[in-house]
């Protein structure tokens, strides 16, 4: 399935590495030049910003998912196409899932890791089977994708749920990863209680 919509979680920090906003940046242009809108947590700073300005700059469609409070907070980003608000933190996640075909995560905070883990969580038990990409930019993922083999190699983890997610290096190689994502069916919920 050719994806319309790619779900991406990462940092609103204004202290992120440069390198991390331009990543950002191009890969809200890349989500755009293939015609699909980029869905995100609304924000107007840090990697946020800079990927809602990247699609929009590309001529995408953005939607932005934020709650009530962050919105009060003027933290929203007043140039997005769609802005949604949702009462809370747990509405907001649940919202960008549903509203995107791929999972991409780029460098962030705990806010980050919790939405990923969660993305992995959930396809792990069958509620969705959506591309999960970890952009592991300089190596920021490095210590969390060991700790997903770790939890592999002690048992907690079937090695089978190593195919929930791809993990790049790269920015240009997240669109590839997504398409390149195998199948995840009805059949890997067995492996659930592993």
């Known amino acids: 399935m050719t994806p319309k919509s790619v779900c991406v979680y990462c940092a609103s920090s204004q202290q ?25 947590g609304g924000g107007r700073s840090g990697l946020m910003g800079a990927l809602a300005d990247g699609a929009l700059v590309g001529g995408g469609q953005v939607r932005g998912i934020i709650p009530e409070f962050m919105k009060a907070l003027e933290w929203a980003h007043g140039g997005v196409s769609f ?53 592991n930019l300089a190596g920021f993922y490095d210590a969390l994708v060991r700790q997903l083999a770790v939890c592999i190699e002690e048992r907690m983890m079937h090695e089978r749920h190593a195919s929930m997610w791809s993990v790049v290096t790269r920015i240009e190689d997240v669109i590839p990863a997504i398409l390149q994502a195998p199948a995840w069916g009805d059949d890997a919920i067995q492996f659930a209680k592993v």
């Open 83 to 135: 802005l949604e608000t949702v009462p809370d933190m747990h509405t907001r996640k649940r919202r960008m899932v549903e509203c995107a075909d791929a999972i991409v995560a780029l460098p962030g905070g705990c806010g980050t890791l919790e939405e990923l883990l969660e993305a992995i969580t959930w396809k792990r038990l069958g509620i969705h089977g959506k591309p999960i990409v970890i952009a």
């Open 16 to 40: 992120a590495r440069p390198e991390f906003l331009r990543a950002a940046h191009a890969l809200g242009g890349e989500i755009a030049a293939r015609g699909w809108t980029t869905v995100y």
